[in-house]
């Protein structure tokens, strides 16, 4: 795959099932090609009505552990990962038909979606792709938690965690990526999501995580990892909380030209940052290349390797 000043779909539909998150229940999940600068709709087929929604930061509702996009009515949530996923292999347009309120959550990382839109393919379309480029530092939080985009020749990213928990301490907490294809799969795409054995029983007695278990997250308790196999890097806590930035600021509409740097940021001060940059147009400026060499170093890619 060569991802280049072209936009890009899917060459063909492809089908998934998986588990919900949060319900616990069997989830189908098709993922179709869309037209040119149609962007990404997911689209509900177990409402008595046509619900689709623009996966775009004004969209999104809830950001309480996961990004939920929302038409006013229902909702779709934990979009981030199959958003983050479009967003490494430089899908512009598509349609994700989903018969839950939630999209499955796989084995709580990117690359089953991954594989889903290597297996689908991808094809160029007749229009400039576009691209949103930093301009100026954008900046939301404080010294406690902050996420941020700066000027950049291309899209790297800087992310900082800090729990005050034994298991941290041991691992890696900073993890950053010059973004490309390859770079993506093989760094970023295959870190799962994490949490704490005490909010996953917190949750579970509020009939929340029926779906969660050690096949889809990283647990971890008052001092170790309860999965057998650990973890898959060292800096897995940190890459998990990349791969989620990728997807939630794709929610911006266009692959973004800037640095990310996150510090103990999530999916709600994520999401603050792009409404923030949408709402400051002097920080931006959308453009489209004439040509693929033109186009910033990190969004030319060569073909994107399976994860390993």
């Known amino acids: 795959m060569q991802i280049s000043a072209q936009q890009h779909t899917l060459k063909n539909s492809i089908r998934a099932t998986g588990v919900g998150l949060h319900t616990g229940k069997q989830i189908n999940i098709v993922l179709r090609p869309g037209s040119v600068d149609s962007g990404i709709i997911f689209r509900r087929i177990d409402l008595d009505y046509d619900y689709r929604v623009s996966a775009h930061a004004t969209n999104v509702g ?119 294809s390859t770079a993506f799969i093989k760094e970023i795409s295959r870190a799962r999501t994490f949490g704490f054995l005490a909010d996953y029983e917190r949750l579970k007695s509020h009939n929340l995580a029926q779906g969660a278990g050690l096949s889809n997250a990283v647990v971890v308790d008052d001092c170790r990892i309860l999965n057998e196999e650990g973890l898959r890097v060292r800096d897995e806590f940190a890459k998990h909380k990349l791969l989620d930035a990728v997807g939630d600021l794709y929610l911006i509409g266009f692959s973004v030209v800037g640095r990310f740097c996150g510090y103990r940021s999530g999916h709600t001060t994520n999401n603050a940052l792009v409404k923030k940059v949408l709402a400051t147009p002097s920080t931006f400026e959308v453009v489209t290349y004439e040509s693929d060499c033109a186009v910033p170093r990190s969004y030319q890619r060569k073909a994107a390797l399976p994860p390993t």
Request: hydrophobic fraction near 45%; glycine fraction near 6%; charged fraction near 20%.
């Open 62 to 180: 809830s950001t309480t552990m996961a990004t939920t996009l929302t038409d006013g009515a229902n909702e779709i949530s934990t979009v981030e990962h199959l958003m983050s996923a479009f967003a490494g292999l430089g899908i512009d347009n598509a349609e994700v038909e989903v018969d839950a309120s939630e999209l499955p959550i796989m084995d709580g990382s990117a690359a089953a979606f991954v594989f889903l839109i290597q297996a689908a393919g991808v094809t160029a379309q007749s229009a400039a792709k576009k691209f949103l480029v930093i301009r100026a530092p954008v900046r939301f939080g404080d010294d406690e938690s902050y996420a941020e985009l700066q000027p950049y020749d291309g899209f790297a990213l800087k992310y900082t965690l800090d729990y005050d928990h034994p298991v941290s301490a041991l691992h890696n907490r900073t993890s950053e990526i010059n973004f490309c």
